[in-house]
């Protein structure tokens, strides 16, 4: 367990933010590596072609160190559907084939594979949302033969539940389905292995549990997709020539190395990618498994004690520890989060269930704030 690190925040004492998986705060040293990246430009003339690879690179070396991979299969986009679309670009699915997602899958993780699907004669397959809350089972059982791709997050982002990715990524294996994983709802919260699971794709943005900023992520290719990959945007720092800003105009057919075919145009933000490599650096310090326990500690107070009131979450074995989702018989109030937030109290509605997604700046006093305001949910 970490001990409380809100003085790495700007968190003033009387606000209770238990709502990152809406957006997480920034660091003060993330905000003075953004600012520090983004005045550079101030003096262009300081910024030589080098610049242009050697932050990149970094953000590649410690995205890798992540999520177990090498830094070559790692590619610098600026969403989760940038990522999602370039897996689509890239993944096969023939007429009478089908797709799998989840019951509320994110829509960035969903729009693409269904224009997938429409354009090549095949189907969307939607797993049912699991009446016994086991999304591993439930994804298990729809992976029948004529999946192409299944197209799945770590957690389920409307419940909070957790997949078995190692032993869906084996049956996917075992079948010949691609597996594209959408890791924005875990990725630095929850352990995540690219060795363990190989995947095909795996994108997260950075904006959530990866503390970092807007507009920015990372990607994973897996070596077998880079070669003859198509980008989703063809831009001139991609290419093998790149580096020498003199020939550009020398067009050339060739790619830089590994997964970097795949970054986007204007990969090397001065302002972003210092702000999320410093945040990727303090997951690493803190250790994702100790972030996942720190939060998880706070969630099983909370989930004790909105049980008491009436409402449900899934079993701890099966949801995702840093990720609680309340939900009972009778519907949440209409304008919830606006009441709470009233209070200086943040989380939020989504789908059915009350969100609850602290990180390690939050405290007991957090949750128990947050409990005094569901007590009075459920008196009325
Ligand atoms: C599961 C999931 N994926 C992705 C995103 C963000 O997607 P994008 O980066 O395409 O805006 C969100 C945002 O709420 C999300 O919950």
Not at 94 to 101: K, P, W
Not at 296 to 308: D, K, P, S, T, Y
Request: with cysteine; proline share 6%.
């Amino acid at each position: 367990m970490l001990p409380c690190q809100r003085h790495l925040f700007d968190i003033p004492d009387d606000v209770a933010y238990l709502n990152c998986a809406y957006m997480s705060p920034l660091m003060k040293p993330v905000i003075d590596a953004g600012l520090s990246g983004l005045a550079r430009k101030a003096h262009p003339w300081e910024i030589t072609p080098d610049k242009f690879f050697i932050g990149s690179d970094e953000f590649r070396a410690t995205a890798a160190q992540l999520i177990d991979c090498s830094a070559d299969d790692v590619a610098i986009v600026p969403s989760a559907s940038y990522g999602i679309a370039t897996a689509a670009r890239n993944l096969p699915v023939d007429r009478g084939q089908s797709i799998l997602v989840l019951a509320e899958q994110f829509p960035s993780n969903y729009y693409s594979w269904q224009r997938l699907a429409a354009d090549n004669g095949a189907s969307l397959k939607v797993v049912p949302w699991p009446d016994d809350q086991d999304w591993t089972a439930a994804v298990l059982a729809s992976l029948t033969a004529d999946v192409a791709i299944a197209a799945l997050p770590h957690v389920q982002w409307t419940s909070g539940g957790r997949l078995d990715l190692v032993r869906i990524a084996e049956a996917c294996r075992k079948q010949g389905t691609a597996l594209a994983l959408d890791l924005t709802q875990s990725l630095g919260a929850l352990p995540f292995s690219v060795r363990e699971v190989q995947p095909d794709f795996a994108v997260a943005a950075s904006y959530k549990w990866l503390l970092g900023p807007y507009s920015v992520g990372l990607l994973y290719v897996a070596p077998k997709w880079q070669d003859a990959g198509k980008p989703l945007d063809e831009n001139w720092i991609q290419r093998a020539n790149a580096r020498d800003f003199s020939s550009l105009i020398l067009y050339t057919e060739n790619y830089d190395a590994g997964a970097r075919r795949f970054d986007m145009g204007e990969r090397s933000n001065f302002a972003l990618l210092p702000a999320a490599l410093r945040a990727m650096r303090q997951l690493l310090e803190w250790g994702v498994a100790e972030i996942s326990e720190t939060s998880g500690a706070l969630n099983l107070r909370l989930a004790a004690a909105a049980e008491n009131l009436g409402f449900s979450a899934p079993a701890e074995s099966l949801r995702a520890p840093h990720y609680l989702c309340l939900r009972r018989k009778q519907a949440i109030p209409r304008g919830l989060p606006e009441m709470l937030a009233q209070e200086k109290v943040f989380v939020s509605v989504r789908g059915s269930s009350i969100r609850v997604t602290p990180h390690v700046y939050n405290t007991p006093e957090d949750c128990d704030r947050l409990i005094a305001c569901l007590q009075r949910v459920a008196a009325t």
